[in-house]
């Protein structure tokens, strides 16, 4: 099995629905990250955690919001979606030993019409 | 701030070419140097890494030397297979904490 798992694969929804995106892991890592990618622009960072108590803004926050319900899930919410957040979006974790190497999940394919 | 900026795709090659993708950066302090290989319909996974300056990191036959005067971290490969058909990114570290900086991302297709 894999030790990063996202839910769901891939997902249309309507402008201003709310979504939420679901990231497990199996790894045992306290730290764990929310990525958007889309082309030409590489991967940015939206949230992290560094444990289910410390939550960070990243570098693109706007618009969404996340919860950290346990050490092994991590969930991205969109409030209320717009065309413009259609992406990839990555979770990853790491875990203290080597807080440089970056596990990622399989991604989640969000269409917004 | 930090920036990695890499060369635009895609790179087309043939196979048992040689593959260059050029990476260069801006950070403040002496940041660690990696790349990323993602596969079509994959995550990304960690190709190699470089923590301070001279360092080489390689695996899968791909290397990458950590160039300070130059700011450049570029990945090489001799002799390219039609399975490193990927996107290739480069990414740097200056936050203890684990943040990556990714640059845009490097298409290469490799044909039989």
């Known amino acids: 099995d894999a030790d990063v798992t996202q839910t769901p694969r891939n997902r249309i929804t309507k402008t201003g629905k709310r979504i939420m995106l679901e990231c497990s892991q199996t790894?045992?890592?306290?730290?764990m990250y929310w990525y958007r990618q889309d082309p030409g622009l590489g991967l940015r960072l939206i949230y992290y955690?560094?444990?289910?108590?410390?939550?960070n803004k990243g570098e693109i926050s706007d618009g969404y919001s996340v919860s950290r319900q346990a050490q092994a899930k991590f969930s991205l919410s969109l409030e209320s979606a717009i065309p413009n957040q259609t992406a990839l979006y990555f979770c990853?974790?790491?875990?203290?030993?080597?807080?440089?190497?970056?596990?990622f999940g399989p991604g989640t394919r969000l269409t917004v019409t | 701030g930090d920036s990695v900026t890499q060369m635009e795709g895609p790179v087309t090659l043939s196979e048992e070419a040689f593959l260059t993708i050029n990476c260069t950066y801006t950070?403040?302090?002496?940041?660690?140097l990696f790349w990323y290989v993602q596969y079509p319909g994959e995550g990304l996974q960690l190709l190699l890494k470089?923590?301070?300056?001279?360092d080489k990191g390689s695996n899968k036959g791909f290397e990458a030397t950590y160039r300070k005067e130059t700011t450049s971290f570029h990945l090489e490969k001799g002799s390219v297979q039609v399975s490193d058909s990927a996107v290739y990114f480069c990414?740097?570290?200056?936050?203890?904490?684990?943040?990556?900086?990714f640059g845009a991302g490097t298409q290469v297709v490799v044909t039989p």
């Open positions: 470089a923590t301070k300056a001279d």
């Open positions: 990853a974790t790491s875990g203290p030993g080597a807080p440089n190497e970056q596990y």
């Open positions: 955690s560094f444990d289910v108590k410390d939550i």
């Open positions: 950070a403040t302090g002496y940041p660690s």
């Open positions: 990414a740097l570290l200056t936050d203890s904490w684990g943040k990556l900086q």
């Open positions: 790894k045992g890592h306290d730290r």
